[in-house]
């Protein structure tokens, strides 16, 4: 098995709430760094090269990426609009398949768990890939855009899946880094669908380590797809739990899909959230034990996420 050495270079394109801290847990690591975004972030760590790149022109990608050994994708359209994503997906993935061929790196893809369906006991990367909305077709499409162009054309991947992200900074969460400051002063947090049935979370530093994990992996990662490692819980037990380790007690609200529904009427991203309600009224479960065995660790618990968000 060919593993990557270090010191390597690997390039990192998204500068948001999962690209920003892969790009800082990479110079932690002593690894060169290639950061490719539109615009420049307002920071950028010493000794990493930003280059300001639109990454569905593969062209100009690969020739930013030259030298890398590996990319890491971690970009995703700012709103939760189908018709954005159906717009904006596809040219991305294809951009970063052409790329990434050309260039011949590894691809390191952060994908999400909408492709699959949903009555099919704990999501594995086996569950059959039958999505029931609008945005898990898209993410269908361009997750088989990839299957084809790793067995048509030898392009070197691997995927990650991750489910609804929790942890520190977050911009889009249950918990996002305002929502836990309103908290903070005893502001009621919404909550959708039944808060009581068991869902999957992906804590922000597990997907970030399983990114780069799998971007210095040997080369049995490729050509497969792991889930992120999650934490099932039921997110009122999460609300109530910073809460208290918040010293405040406050009782999150629960809005009526009837309320969603007609919120969506007027506006497109209300409307994506009450697309994906079904996930939130019934268990949510995820397989993450190919990811965890491959690389011998666990999720985040409990106890450790509220701690660090109690901290900060």
Request: charged fraction near 25%.
């Amino acid at each position: 098995m060919t593993k990557l050495e270090t010191p390597t270079n690997i390039a990192v394109i998204g500068a948001g709430q999962i690209g920003t801290p892969v790009v800082e847990r990479l110079v932690e690591r002593g690894i060169r760094v290639t950061w490719i975004s539109r615009t420049r972030p307002r920071t950028v760590p010493a000794g990493v090269e930003h280059k300001s790149v639109d990454a569905t022109d593969a062209h100009a990608l690969a020739r930013a990426i030259a030298g890398s050994q590996a990319m890491i994708a971690a970009v995703n359209p700012a709103t939760y609009d189908a018709k954005v994503w159906r717009e904006t997906l596809p040219p991305l993935q294809r951009g970063l398949i052409e790329a990434a061929a050309k260039a011949e790196v590894r691809l390191v893809v952060l994908d999400a768990l909408y492709l699959y369906a949903l009555d099919r006991g704990p999501l594995s990367p086996e569950t059959p890939a039958l999505p029931a909305t609008k945005k898990g077709q898209v993410r269908k499409q361009i997750a088989d855009m990839l299957t084809e162009a790793q067995a048509s054309r030898g392009v070197r991947a691997t995927v990650l899946r991750a489910s609804d992200f929790w942890g520190p900074d977050l911009s889009a969460a249950l918990l996002t880094r305002d929502g836990i400051a309103g908290l903070k002063r005893g502001k009621r947090p919404f909550l959708l669908g039944d808060p009581d049935q068991p869902h999957a979370f992906s804590h922000r530093d597990d997907v970030v380590s399983a990114l780069v994990s799998l971007a210095l992996a040997e080369a049995d990662v490729e050509g497969r797809v792991f889930h992120a490692p999650v934490l099932h819980i039921a997110p009122r037990t999460l609300v109530s739990t910073l809460a208290r380790a918040l010293g405040v007690r406050v009782e999150p609200l629960v809005t009526p899909g009837w309320l969603l529904r007609l919120l969506g009427l007027f506006s497109k991203q209300m409307a994506g959230l009450v697309e994906m309600l079904p996930q939130w009224q019934a268990p949510y479960l995820v397989d993450d034990r190919d990811y965890c065995d491959r690389f011998g660790v666990r999720a985040v618990s409990l106890d450790e996420g509220i701690a660090q968000l109690a901290r900060a």
